[in-house]
């Protein structure tokens, strides 16, 4: 098994014995490659993530509007803006929503931080902005950069 493998776009990944990846974690995003199945090719997933780095800009900013869809309500619905014991809270104004979060504010306040590139999708990790409280929000991709599922 080689130690590093070398990406002219990304940087030098080295090997994770441990996780069973290529890891390069010298910029602000964090890359790995996941061969932890049998019969990985390594190489077909450095040029998937060669690819989608340079599509990263476009990437990111649409992965953002889309888990920003797929999450808003949970946000609004489950982690209020607002202190619920508070005795001068005004319910009418909570139900109208001006507490709210948009999904443009949403999308703004979220950072994509790890990209985990699997033979079958592409796992992305991004840090919440603060709107769940500091956890980290998951998200899985198609090859096609198309949402299939975010959570917190």
């Known amino acids: 098994m080689e ?60 992965a953002k509007v889309a888990i920003a869809e797929k999450l808003i309500d949970y946000k609004n619905d489950s982690w209020p803006e607002y202190d619920e014991n508070d005795e001068n809270l005004n319910w009418d104004v909570v139900d109208a929503g001006e507490y709210d979060v948009t999904k443009e ?17 592409i796992y992305c990790e991004f840090d919440d902005g603060d709107l769940f409280g500091g956890h980290r929000i998951h998200a899985y991709f198609d090859d096609y950069y198309e949402l299939l599922n975010a959570d917190v």
Do not use: P
């Open 3 to 62: 130690k590093t493998i070398q990406s002219e776009l990304i940087g030098l990944f080295t090997y994770n014995e441990i996780c069973k990846t290529y890891e390069q974690n010298d910029g602000k995003i964090h890359w790995s490659l996941d061969i932890r199945n049998e019969g990985v090719n390594v190489n077909k997933l450095l040029k998937k993530a060669e690819e989608l780095f340079l599509f990263m800009e476009d990437f990111d900013k649409k």
């Open 105 to 121: 504010k949403f999308a703004e306040v979220i950072t994509l931080y790890d990209i985990v590139i699997r033979v079958n999708d």
